[in-house]
């Protein structure tokens, strides 16, 4: 019997820990950290960013707001 597990792939994996404290990062931080490192990729550029992450431009907007990244 062989299963089938299909690969999901996303930007927003979670990062390998380097110490002990960021084995306790929570899924808003590692979405936040993405969110950053990708706008600065793309030197600011929203759209470019939105497109690199596979999201909408409008959700976007609302995690920088949220996420306090203006």
């Known amino acids: 019997l062989v299963m ?3 690969q999901v792939h996303s930007l927003f994996k979670p ?3 380097n110490t002990a404290n960021d084995t306790h990062r929570t899924l808003e931080d590692t979405e936040r950290e993405t969110i950053r490192q990708s706008l600065e990729r793309n030197e600011g550029r929203r759209k470019a ?3 690199e992450l596979n999201i909408s431009e ?3 907007y609302r995690k920088i707001k949220e996420y306090g990244l203006e």
């Open 15 to 17: 990062e390998v820990a």
């Open 58 to 60: 409008r959700t976007l």
């Open 4 to 6: 089938y597990q299909p």
């Open 49 to 51: 960013t939105a497109r």
